[in-house]
């Protein structure tokens, strides 16, 4: 309540002072406190560290790496509503692999499901619908979903989708890096000397994928795979397309960048682009700094997949103090530069259209928000640049929500035969 009484306080403050262009930074602080304490803000990226199930991790303490968002710093920065994140690394197309990386995704699952209904429930519930997000978030209680990424870990089994659902997948994204069996990525693994294209889009499979997914409920998400299988589930889906998280080729000519075909095409599903705080996607990266970084990875051996799972803590804790002056002395980008791509997608496609996404713990975070607690100061800059509440609002959640109740009542609509 005090809270609340404070943020009264600072509104008649916010409103007495203008236009957003002339408000000083305190007077654009207080709006944003206002604003922040109405919205649902939902962040639809954040990866989960491998030891999350373990007792090594604990939602509640920060750390320097895989803890980016704990519940204090979520509580603090105003993060209300993430998307812990199924993810499993593009392996080996044979029994095996597919049998490895099944394992993995549901030890992920299970372990976003013990965060919420054993370890935190008073504190975090898992939500299954848009009206379980609203109505955790009106309880007080701090929001998780589940996203999957990469669809490696079905195989070819379809049916798997279904024990997805039911596990709780929300969102499902056909690709990472490298093609898999249900389409291209807009990143081929080079190390395997993979070309550009092996499907030319999404395969036979993945089109049934899409179907499916529809079927079910969980929402399609194109990012990380090519501008062609892009173009392709934008067509072959009946419910809306998401981007969980890319940006805007418009102002930064990345791969993982969504073209201005691809947001057109994903306004046409009724969907939403969920923008990224990842430096390289926001900006060019200057040569140097991509050497570095490079040079880092092979000295410690981290270039190689999975490396990082078996570094010791002091390792992790040496790797991270070299990047620190590795961003140190060639600076990320910055609240500013996410807010340009949003600006950018407002522009092209409209409010209605985007949304927010940090990729926290997976590589994502910039200066002013890096990590859950610094979440506010994407407030600020959004209201700085002359957002209102309500557009602040869709984009912090709002369209987000909007998109899962539409795949919500369209899935209802065929299994009951209305579509
Ligand atoms: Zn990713």
Redesign the pocket.
Known sequence: MLRRLTYATLLVAGFAAGPAWAASDAELIARARVIQDKVISIDT?VDIPANFSTDAYDMMKPGPRGQLVHLPTMISGGLDAPFLIVYVGQGERNTAGYARALADAFGKFAAIHKLAEQLYPDKIGLALTAADVRRIHASGRKVVLIGV?NGYPIGKDLRLLDQFYDYGARYFGLT?NGHNDLGDSAQPDQRNKEPAAEWKGISPLGKQVVARLNALGIMVDV??SSEKATMDMIAASTAPVIAS?SAAKGVNDHARNLSDAGLEGIKRTGGVVQVVAFDPYLRPVLAEKTAAIAALGKEMGTDQPGAFGKLTPAQVAAFDARMAEIHKQWPRAGVKDLVDHIDYVVKKIGIDYVGISS?FN?GGGIDGWSNAGKTFNVTVELVRRGYSEEQIGKIWGGNLLRVMEQTERHAADLKSGKK
């Open positions: 990226h990424e990472h990012s990380h998280h990729d997976g």
